[in-house]
T-cell receptor
Framework: EPEVTQTPSHQVTQMGQEVILRCVPI?????FYWYRQILGQKVEFLVS????????KSEIFDDQFSVERPDGSNFTLKIRSTKLEDSAMYFC???????????FGPGTRLTVT | RKEVEQDPGPFNVPEGATVAFNCTYS??????FFWYRQDCRKEPKLLMS?????NEDGRFTAQLNRASQYISLLIRDSKLSDSATYLC???????????WGLGTSLAVNP
């Protein structure tokens, strides 16, 4: 069964540094998402990506965040200048768009020190 | 009202028990609904979709009441392996973003 993969599984970075989180979605998916989950809190929508552009973003997804799908395979989330409050699990997800069902990668735990 | 609201629990039940979780939603998360399961520090995994007519998958039954904006999940004959957090989720908008409840923690004890 195809799976969404994410790398790295754990990233530790210093405040102010740039990080890139990588995801390889399932090949027949057309809609891609990033969500985050701060420890002990709910999963929060960050951004959706369709047809090679951002289709929707939340208030959390400010100018420090960007996404791209450069080669039709990898889907990346970049945080330009990390803050302590960016520490969270970041989940990539995808779906065909035919339904609302989405399938998640194992997540990247980002720790900002 | 918060978009998707759940009782966080925890629910502690013995093996074999029947347990029910409830969830309420606001209008903004009102197109499709799901129950996801999340194990500690893992990704959410789709458990089942929720339909107005009710749907059943083995020991799990989900129900949606649109008039009351209420969703339920019933687990029968609970197993130790059912211990997890159960997330009530609404799908909204053309981009199909998911709006999440905080989750209800279940511990099934031997």
């Amino acid at each position: 069964e195809p799976e969404v993969t994410q790398t790295p599984s754990h990233q530790v970075t210093q405040m102010g540094q740039e990080v890139i989180l990588r995801c390889v979605p399932i090949s027949n998916h057309l809609y891609f998402y990033w969500y985050r989950q701060i420890l002990g809190q709910k999963v929060e929508f960050l951004v959706s990506f369709y047809n090679n552009e951002i289709s929707e973003k939340s208030e959390i997804f400010d100018d420090q965040f960007s996404v791209e799908r450069p080669d039709g395979s990898n889907f990346t989330l970049k945080i330009r200048s990390t803050k302590l409050e960016d520490s969270a699990m970041y989940f990539c997800a995808g779906g065909t768009g035919e339904t609302y069902e989405q399938y998640f990668g194992p997540g990247t735990r980002l720790t900002v020190t | 009202r918060k978009e998707v609201e759940q009782d966080p629990g925890p629910f502690n039940v013995p093996e074999g028990a029947t347990v029910a979780f409830n969830c309420t939603y606001s209008n903004s998360a009102s197109q499709s609904f799901f129950w996801y399961r999340q194990d500690c520090r893992k990704e959410p995994k789709l458990l089942m979709s929720v339909y107005s007519s009710g749907n059943e998958d083995g020991r799990f039954t989900a129900q949606l009441n649109r008039a009351s904006q209420y969703i339920s999940l019933l687990i029968r004959d609970s197993k130790l392996s059912d211990s997890a957090t159960y997330l009530c989720v609404g799908g909204a908008g053309n981009n199909r973003k998911l709006i999440w409840g905080l989750g209800t923690s279940l511990a099934v004890n031997p």
